[in-house]
């Protein structure tokens, strides 16, 4: 950690030069931020809390603040800023509420919330062999394989531990980045991440896991799966079908973004969630795979997600695996928020069209689909790990609602197939409008061959046009 600041009796007197920088930045800052400005939100504090988050205030530029903050005694956190955000790094001993409070009344943030952590939603199973189509047929993938396998235009940014790049099941589907140059070591095309033609990492060597021993600043381009979990999501979405071997995902055709925004224990920071959304939105990714939560409501990860909706991106989230809470971004407006579905009684098969007793839900779950025993590629190297149990060398069955929401990204992926040019809200709205009524009828299950099915005309968004009841046209509602 950073030092605190010294107590005003025992501080060093400043030099005029650094004196002047200050008096400068205060008095260009007065002029930007009104006298009397609104106070910063300031979201729950804790007394453990080691990263603020500090967003600037209406007009002042985000190294600006960077400066001010550290010119005022705070420790501003190296290794790159989040997307809208400066990290204070909080020196053991001292209050975290009192300088998130400090800050807040100074006129320079709109708002101050702790750098908390995101986590897969994975559950470990040790069950190892489960037939695909056990799952596969509840939610008629077979019959919606007939209309679209997927195609070659589609990405699905997969905002998790990283892709193993070099596993059969992605061979030819990595989503490249041509704006930049490989080995250079030059951001050729300034969007943040040095060399990133497949995919960028987010994860720094500070807020990552010390035994994962990373020693690149960040943001990079090594994406690299050393977790998991991300190679599993991806999989489940897009591996490729069809071909003789392995798995088949949703899509088989669909390109994948590997978006690396958490460590080798399967744990990250808010802010680092937040840069990753934002930068498979840049990247142009039409579905964003999060498969991850937090329990903490964060304005930093709510603006990256309102600032990919903007974009026109479709977000898929899981809904974690709390029973009676949906996690974060999960649960905000215009997501996705998906349960896992694969209810397992005494004695029974799994039922795929109930909800699993682990699964997240509440109010703001928008439907489910199987995450109980899925089957996925894993990268070779974590085979047979305390964490991962293996089939055929590569490959693995596990459960969560990860991976149920892997497969909804995967039937949007689809639905992009069958309609070209379909907006983020339009995926939304054919997934949402063609599902099927879960057994026990307490949510409602996906049903990808229906999603294809539905007339498009007759989605409720607005500029459309649907039939009503008399099966006359009539505008869209």
Known sequence: MIAHRPAQSDRPTIRLPRLLLLVTSVLLISLIVPPHPAPAAVLPVTADTDILLVQPTDGIAIDALAGALTELGYAVVDGGQPAGAVRISVQDGDDPLAIADAIAASGLARGVEPDGFVRTARIPDGALVDQQLTYLNVIRAPEAWE??????????????????????????????????????????????????????????PLSADPSCGYKRAAPNWFAWDDAGHGTVVAGVAAATGDDGSGVAGLSWDALLLPVKVLDCTGVGRISTAAEGIRYAAERGAHIINISLGTTSNSRVLHEAVLAAQASGALIVASAGNTPGVVTYPGAYHGVIAVGASGYKGVGSDP??????????????????????????????????????SCIDGQYTVTSGSSFAAAIVSGAAALLRAEHPGLSGPLQSSLLLQSLQLASDGSTSLLDVAAALEYPVFQTHAPGTVRTNDEGSAGPGG
């Open 147 to 204: 209309h679209t396998t997927g195609d070659g235009t589609t990405v699905i940014a997969i905002v998790d531990t990283g892709l193993d790049y070099n596993h059969p099941e992605f061979r030819g589907r990595l989503a490249i980045n041509g704006a930049d140059y490989f080995a250079d070591g030059i951001d050729n095309d300034r969007n943040g991440c040095i060399d990133d033609i497949a995919g960028c990492n987010f994860v720094t």
């Open 351 to 388: 039922d795929y069209t109930r909800i699993t007793s682990f699964s997240g839900n509440g109010p703001e779950l928008d439907l489910i689909a199987p995450g109980y025993r899925v089957t996925g590629p894993l990268p070779a190297n974590l085979c047979n790990t305390p964490s991962w």
